[in-house]
């Protein structure tokens, strides 16, 4: 656990208790020193009267009546100061439950002086994440009484902690959860009580059973409440769940970190050993890094070494590392041969030269390692090694060994992100052991690392044909900061990646690297272009102040980036660029345009925020991303670079491979003083028949009707063996979407909300269900005598893979089946 109290670092919130009535029963220190009133003179008052505009005393007391926004309310709005003048603050209201069932208000405000402006035209949840609370909805809100037992809460805190209703109320978090974890947060709240300072951002694992293993980590504020005589009332804590968002940093933390902690020396054995102490903790528990000691493979074993019990020498261990003092782990000490079976994924990807991905290892008798390994075996069972990848050394075109990642301790089984981040730090290791030979080995480690930097088969899926072209102004080491993407994403969309980072050779590549896989995690999340961006500048951020922390603001990591998502459904093409060249468009008659798209700062300039620009396409358009390169000359204005590329892309007669192989050689400067990529896309669209959607009331009764209709869909589409999982799916989906709708909204609003059903055939089978709340659908873990809380995981079982993302008007969540390859 982590605690951060403040002391005027940053902007701290004003908190208020607020009776059915809009009446203050509590008053924060925090809120005397925005308003100038003390306890003694607010408590008892009505909140109202700090308002100064008519209209917002109005907004408020509709939403305390109507209880809208799903139990929440924020805006802008400006209270009147002791001392009469005006401020402007933010707003957040969220309703509580209490066991005595009167109904409370918590009230949260922060001086707009003190936040970063935001647009006219924001929405609740960007000014949400602009207070100096734990910035992502939605927030759960305990107040406790001065001896720390619960009397209010609201009813998104126990979806956070795991902590039930009837458990919580009337007791102490140290009685609702005994243990350590508790007693510390506890201990926060005393202080808090005592000295009446605010404690910010206090990091704590959720509070589940002890047979219940929990990874979610939550992050708290505590502010103190007092009465009308100016006591202590009790306690206000604020959580959010921040699990995701700390992995995602911490994946790409480690990115950054291999940069600079592997290939410090020389040494191959240093070398090393550096890759597999990184992995450590938050990718494996247990690593180990062999190198071959006959490489290509079929060459003999080591002379002075035989057989050994039926293995052969094949490594040597370079790297070894465990979170177990000792790594009992390990057979074999570093430096000592290292003996497997012929048959086993070690000498499989060392044959191959591709990663062992085995997320749930199988260590039962009967496979390899029972029949041929059962030493290894033993080692696996003792230390409950229950996940593994197995990840190639590549140099020089040659597999030079292989790093292996397991884990124990942490039950979570590795996913494909993980195997990503595996390979990406290899590389760096592969990159340090061929600088170790100098030149001649520099030169085959660079290519090889660039065919890992880039997509190898890109394909846009049902949304787009791609054709792509890379060309390295260095084209001694075939290497540089451009880089590319094509990224599939849910519902049949696509996204279209094209960056380019300044420099050439091996360092550009390297920082394109990082990009590239920083990219490949937001995609992952997502989220609007413009909101990509912004975390990939932030991100290129982190990258240059890690550079040089001693000085920060002295290097710069100057890169552009323009970022597209294509959505064949309803061709359209949301893009926002970072300093890039903007897109060019050819429509199906060969007619070329350049959209108007804001061009936006360099990234890692954190200067303007970046904007998103949404097109319709006709189906057969042509979208062109490239680098400055391709446009670029010295003695020429960049305008008539454009009108140069204009002029070429405008041949309709020409495939798409062609096309993009005659505009790089007609365009490309001789000789080359910049890097050029150029990416096409001729986009397409799924026709009606692809495609069935339907809306429904937030009534639980449409559900049958929902799988019906699906249904005969399927059946139209001939896909009869899908129908019934499919039926599942939809029920599950529709179900979770109306209870959480009807649950987030008051009976007068029920009626107008509407759920969204829609089915799309292409390379899988999409499900997609919209609704209009914000809330993020969680995986449970229900007991057998549970009567609820198996929806998402049948989903998850049913599905391919599923997921959620934010609409304009609300949420969209998927889940996709996989089609025969004949339909």
Same mark, same amino acid.
Request: glycine content about 6%; hydrophobic content about 40%.
């Given at each position: 656990?982590?605690?951060?109290?403040a002391?005027?670092?940053?902007?701290?919130?004003?908190?208020?208790?607020?009776?059915?009535?809009?009446?203050?029963?509590?008053?924060?220190?925090a809120?005397?020193?925005?308003?100038?009133?003390?306890?003694?003179?607010?408590?008892?008052?009505?909140?109202?009267?700090?308002?100064?505009?008519?209209?917002?005393?109005?907004?408020?007391?509709?939403?305390?009546? $109507?209880s809208?926004?799903?139990?929440?309310?924020?805006? @802008?709005?400006? *209270?009147? =100061? #002791?001392?009469?003048?005006?401020? +402007?603050?933010?707003?957040c209201?969220?309703?509580?439950?209490?066991?005595?069932?009167?109904?409370?208000?918590?009230?949260?405000?922060?001086?707009?002086?003190?936040?970063?402006?935001?647009?006219?035209?924001?929405?609740?949840?960007?000014?949400?994440?602009?207070?100096?609370?734990?910035?992502?909805?939605?927030?759960?809100?305990?107040?406790?009484?001065?001896?720390?037992?619960?009397?209010?809460?609201?009813?998104?805190?126990?979806?956070?902690?795991?902590?039930?209703?009837?458990?919580?109320?009337?007791?102490?978090?140290t $009685?609702?959860?005994?243990?350590?974890?508790?007693?510390? @947060?506890?201990? *926060?709240? =005393? #202080?808090?009580?005592?000295?009446? +300072?605010?404690a910010?951002e206090?990091?704590?694992?959720?509070?589940?059973?002890?047979?219940?293993?929990?990874?979610?980590?939550?992050?708290?504020?505590?502010?103190?409440?007092?009465?009308?005589?100016?006591?202590?009332?009790?306690v206000?804590?604020?959580?959010v769940?921040?699990?995701?968002?700390?992995?995602?940093?911490?994946r790409?933390?480690?990115?950054?970190?291999?940069?600079?902690?592997?290939?410090?020396?020389?040494?191959?054995?240093?070398?090393?050993?550096?890759?597999?102490?990184?992995?450590?903790?938050?990718?494996?528990?247990?690593?180990?890094?062999?190198?071959?000691?006959?490489?290509?493979?079929?060459?003999?074993?080591?002379?002075?070494?035989?057989?050994?019990?039926?293995?052969?020498?094949?490594?040597?261990?370079?790297?070894?590392?465990?979170?177990?003092?000792?790594?009992?782990?390990?057979?074999?000490?570093?430096?000592?041969p290292?003996?497997?079976?012929?048959?086993?994924?070690?000498?499989?990807?060392?044959?191959?030269?591709?990663?062992?991905?085995?997320?749930?290892?199988?260590?039962?008798?009967?496979?390899?390692?029972?029949?041929?390994?059962?030493?290894?075996?033993?080692?696996?069972?003792?230390h409950?090694?229950?996940?593994l990848?197995?990840?190639?050394?590549?140099?020089?075109?040659?597999?030079?060994?292989?790093?292996?990642?397991?884990?124990?301790?942490?039950?979570?089984?590795?996913?494909?992100?993980?195997?990503?981040?595996?390979?990406?730090?290899?590389?760096?290791?592969?990159?340090?052991?061929?600088?170790?030979?100098?030149?001649?080995?520099e030169?085959?480690?660079?290519?090889?690392?660039?065919?890992?930097?880039?997509?190898?088969?890109?394909?846009?899926?049902?949304?787009?044909?791609?054709?792509?072209?890379?060309?390295p102004?260095?084209?001694?080491?075939?290497?540089?900061?451009?880089?590319?993407?094509?990224?599939?994403?849910?519902?049949?969309?696509?996204?279209?990646?094209?960056?380019d980072?300044?420099?050439?050779?091996?360092?550009a590549a390297?920082?394109?690297?990082?990009?590239?896989?920083?990219?490949?995690?937001?995609?992952?999340?997502?989220?609007?272009?413009?909101?990509?961006?912004?975390?990939?500048?932030?991100?290129?951020?982190?990258?240059?102040?890690?550079?040089?922390?001693?000085?920060?603001?002295?290097?710069?990591?100057?890169?552009?980036?323009?970022?597209?998502?294509?959505?064949?459904?309803?061709?359209?093409?949301?893009?926002?660029?970072?300093?890039?060249?903007?897109?060019?468009?050819?429509?199906?008659?060969?007619?070329?345009?350049?959209?108007?798209?804001?061009?936006?700062?360099?990234?890692?300039?954190?200067?303007?925020?970046?904007?998103?620009?949404?097109?319709?396409?006709?189906?057969?358009?042509?979208?062109?991303?490239?680098?400055?390169?391709?446009?670029?000359?010295?003695?020429?204005?960049?305008?008539?670079?454009?009108?140069?590329?204009?002029?070429?892309?405008?041949?309709?007669?020409?495939?798409?491979?062609?096309?993009?192989?005659?505009?790089?050689?007609?365009?490309?400067?001789?000789?080359?003083?910049?890097?050029?990529?150029?990416?096409?896309?001729?986009?397409?669209?799924?026709?009606?028949?692809?495609?069935?959607?339907?809306?429904?009331?937030?009534?639980?009764?449409?559900?049958?009707?929902?799988?019906?209709?699906?249904?005969?869909?399927?059946?139209?589409?001939?896909?009869?063996?899908?129908?019934?999982?499919?039926?599942?799916?939809?029920?599950?989906?529709?179900?979770?979407?109306?209870?959480?709708?009807?649950?987030?909204?008051?009976?007068?609003?029920?009626?107008?909300?509407?759920?969204?059903?829609?089915?799309?055939?292409?390379?899988?089978?999409?499900?997609?269900?919209?609704?209009?709340?914000?809330?993020?659908?969680?995986v449970?873990?229900?007991?057998?005598?549970?009567?609820?809380?198996r929806?998402?995981?049948?989903?998850?079982?049913?599905?391919?893979?599923?997921?959620?993302?934010?609409?304009?008007?609300?949420?969209?969540?998927?889940?996709?089946?996989?089609?025969?390859?004949?339909?």
């Amino acid at each position: 656990m982590s605690t951060n109290e403040a002391h005027g670092r940053t902007a701290c919130p004003a908190i208020a208790l607020l009776d059915a009535q809009g009446t203050v029963v509590g008053w924060s220190q925090a809120a005397q020193q925005l308003v100038g009133y003390s306890a003694v003179e607010v408590v008892g008052r009505s909140a109202g009267v700090l308002l100064v505009t008519a209209d917002d005393r109005a907004k408020a007391s509709q939403a305390a009546q $109507e209880s809208t926004l799903r139990g929440r309310w924020s805006d @802008l709005a400006q *209270v009147r =100061h #002791r001392d009469g003048r005006i401020i +402007d603050v933010r707003l957040c209201v969220s309703s509580l439950s209490g066991q005595d069932g009167l109904e409370r208000w918590v009230v949260y405000a922060t001086d707009k002086a003190l936040l970063p402006a935001w647009p006219a035209e924001a929405t609740v949840e960007p000014l949400l994440a602009t207070l100096p609370l734990p910035s992502r909805l939605p927030i759960g809100v305990v107040i406790r009484d001065t001896h720390l037992r619960c009397i209010q809460v609201n009813d998104t805190q126990g979806s956070k902690d795991g902590i039930p209703l009837p458990k919580r109320l009337g007791r102490r978090l140290t $009685e609702a959860a005994p243990g350590t974890e508790a007693e510390t @947060l506890e201990a *926060v709240m =005393h #202080r808090v009580l005592e000295s009446g +300072d605010p404690a910010m951002e206090v990091d704590y694992q959720a509070l589940l059973p002890a047979n219940v293993r929990s990874n979610r980590i939550l992050t708290a504020s505590f502010f103190r409440l007092d009465d009308a005589q100016g006591r202590a009332l009790g306690v206000c804590s604020v959580s959010v769940d921040v699990t995701d968002s700390r992995r995602a940093r911490e994946r790409l933390a480690i990115l950054g970190a291999a940069s600079r902690r592997i290939g410090t020396t020389l040494d191959v054995m240093q070398t090393a050993q550096e890759l597999a102490d990184l992995a450590l903790p938050f990718l494996a528990d247990y690593t180990t890094v062999d190198l071959a000691e006959s490489v290509p493979l079929g060459e003999e074993p080591l002379t002075h070494l035989g057989p050994q019990d039926g293995r052969i020498p094949v490594f040597r261990r370079a790297g070894l590392a465990s979170i177990h003092p000792g790594t009992p782990e390990s057979l074999f000490a570093r430096g000592e041969p290292v003996f497997v079976p012929p048959t086993s994924p070690f000498t499989g990807v060392l044959r191959s030269g591709k990663s062992h991905f085995e997320p749930m290892l199988d260590t039962s008798p009967g496979t390899w390692l029972d029949h041929h390994d059962p030493a290894r075996a033993k080692k696996f069972r003792e230390h409950a090694m229950h996940s593994l990848m197995v990840v190639p050394i590549h140099a020089r075109g040659a597999v030079l060994g292989v790093a292996v990642f397991v884990r124990t301790e942490d039950p979570r089984p590795f996913e494909e992100d993980d195997l990503l981040l595996a390979e990406e730090l290899v590389s760096w290791a592969a990159l340090a052991l061929d600088n170790a030979h100098q030149y001649v080995r520099e030169r085959s480690a660079a290519l090889a690392l660039q065919r890992l930097l880039h997509p190898h088969r890109p394909t846009g899926g049902s949304a787009a044909d791609v054709a792509w072209r890379y060309l390295p102004a260095d084209s001694h080491h075939g290497i540089g900061g451009d880089w590319f993407d094509v990224i599939p994403l849910s519902g049949a969309r696509v996204a279209l990646v094209v960056g380019d980072v300044v420099g050439h050779g091996i360092n550009a590549a390297a920082k394109m690297g990082q990009l590239r896989t920083a990219m490949h995690t937001l995609a992952d999340m997502d989220m609007p272009p413009d909101e990509v961006l912004s975390r990939l500048d932030e991100q290129v951020i982190r990258f240059t102040e890690a550079e040089d922390p001693r000085s920060p603001g002295t290097t710069m990591m100057a890169a552009t980036c323009l970022y597209a998502v294509y959505d064949p459904v309803t061709r359209t093409c949301t893009m926002a660029r970072a300093g890039h060249p903007p897109p060019a468009i050819i429509d199906p008659y060969g007619h070329v345009t350049f959209p108007d798209v804001p061009a936006g700062a360099p990234l890692g300039l954190g200067l303007v925020p970046f904007e998103s620009v949404t097109l319709e396409l006709a189906e057969g358009s042509v979208l062109a991303l490239y680098t400055d390169g391709l446009i670029e000359a010295r003695d020429q204005d960049i305008s008539a670079g454009m009108n140069r590329l204009r002029a070429v892309l405008a041949r309709p007669d020409l495939t798409l491979d062609d096309l993009c192989s005659s505009t790089v050689d007609a365009l490309r400067a001789k000789p080359p003083s910049d890097d050029v990529t150029l990416l096409l896309a001729r986009t397409r669209s799924l026709s009606a028949d692809q495609v069935a959607s339907w809306q429904f009331p937030s009534d639980p009764a449409v559900v049958s009707r929902a799988r019906r209709l699906a249904a005969r869909q399927l059946t139209q589409w001939g896909l009869e063996h899908l129908a019934e999982s499919t039926e599942l799916i939809v029920s599950e989906l529709l179900t979770n979407a109306i209870i959480h709708s009807n649950g987030d909204c008051s009976s007068d609003c029920n009626s107008d909300r509407t759920i969204g059903l829609r089915l799309i055939r292409h390379e899988m089978l999409t499900c997609e269900v919209f609704d209009a709340t914000h809330s993020h659908p969680l995986v449970r873990h229900p007991r057998t005598t549970d009567e609820h809380g198996r929806g998402l995981f049948l989903v998850t079982q049913l599905s391919r893979r599923w997921g959620t993302r934010h609409i304009s008007d609300g949420k969209l969540i998927w889940a996709d089946q996989q089609l025969p390859a004949s339909a």
